[in-house]
């Protein structure tokens, strides 16, 4: 279970649309692997395999309250979201592909997501509360969209801003050149 490097935003592949996945097979599990182990590094309470350069449809989330708290690590494939509530929940929401910034959110306050679990099967799950906010927030990834997506122009630009100058100099600390 090894450490994937995470995209740092702006980068045309945080951008893009996933593709679907066809069958759950051993490159899909090593990947979720994998994906549990990056999240957990970070740490995040979520991850989706665009973050780690991988254009599929593919999420790992771990919401559980408090480290007292089981671990609840949950993967998605190709989740869809078949219902959302009429009422709203606004949440503070952060991105570790855009790291130090946070924002609040509103996003329907309850969802039911069917996908395929790491073993094949299909499942259906009722999320509400963080879980709600973090599985739209990761299902949002899949299809290029961004937290900042959802706030005004001068806001985004601002952290866009910001994120271009972190990532020069990053890349001048480690003698490379900072993309997109
Ligand atoms: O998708 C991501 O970039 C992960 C992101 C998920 C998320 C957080 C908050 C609201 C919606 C979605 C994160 O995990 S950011 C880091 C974070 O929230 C956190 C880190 C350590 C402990 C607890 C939370
Ligand atoms: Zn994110």
Redesign the pocket.
Known sequence: MAIRPILLHPDPRLKKRCEPVETVDEEIRTLIADMFTTMYDA??????AP?VGVLRRVLVMDCAKSDEEDPAPIAMVNPEVVWESDDLNV?E?????IPEEFNDVERPAQVRVAYTDAEGTAQEIECDGLLA??VQ??ID?LNGKLFIDYLGPMKRQMITGRMKKRKKEKAAAKGTTAKA
Do not use: D
Request: some cysteine.
């Open positions: 740490p995040g309470i979520g991850l989706a973050q949440h929401e952060g991105c570790l592909s906010t973090c927030h990761e990834h």
